[in-house]
């Protein structure tokens, strides 16, 4: 089965050894997405932000991967936070107000970065 990886430069990506994105077929799963960039974290302290940065990554590595946000049917967002949920809904609603997929909202103890407010995972079937 052909495989197809996308890799957004984390250095967490070669030490860790994973990849952003990875398309099987018409499967595309979307790794744990945070709102860094050349190891700075974007939106210190605004989860709209964090969520709308996080939502962009994701929509590049599905686009590099021959896909669009349409094809979307589940996003899992891990937030530091929960009582922020109205914002990070509002930038997740931005994106996908129109396609609903099915989505899952939980409240952890800490992501890799103490200033990172939420991570987001997606999953898309491409046809």
Not at 46 to 62: D, G, M, R, S, W
Not at 72 to 78: A, D, K, L
Not at 88 to 105: D, S, W
């Amino acid at each position: 089965m052909d495989r197809k990886q996308v890799f957004t430069g984390s250095p967490w990506e070669e030490s860790v050894g994973y990849c952003r994105a990875i398309r099987i077929g018409d499967r595309i799963e979307v790794a744990g997405t945070t709102a860094m960039k050349d190891g700075e974290v974007i939106g210190v302290g605004n989860p709209y932000e964090q969520t709308k940065f996080v939502l962009q990554t994701i929509e590049k590595a599905l686009n590099e991967l021959g896909a669009d946000l349409t094809q979307v049917i589940r996003t899992r967002m891990f937030v530091t936070d929960i009582s922020k949920w109205e914002e990070i809904g509002k930038a997740h609603g931005e994106f996908f107000k129109k396609i609903q997929p099915v989505a899952t909202m939980v409240e952890v103890k800490a992501l890799i970065d103490p200033r990172l407010l939420v991570e987001i995972e997606a999953e898309a079937v491409v046809k």
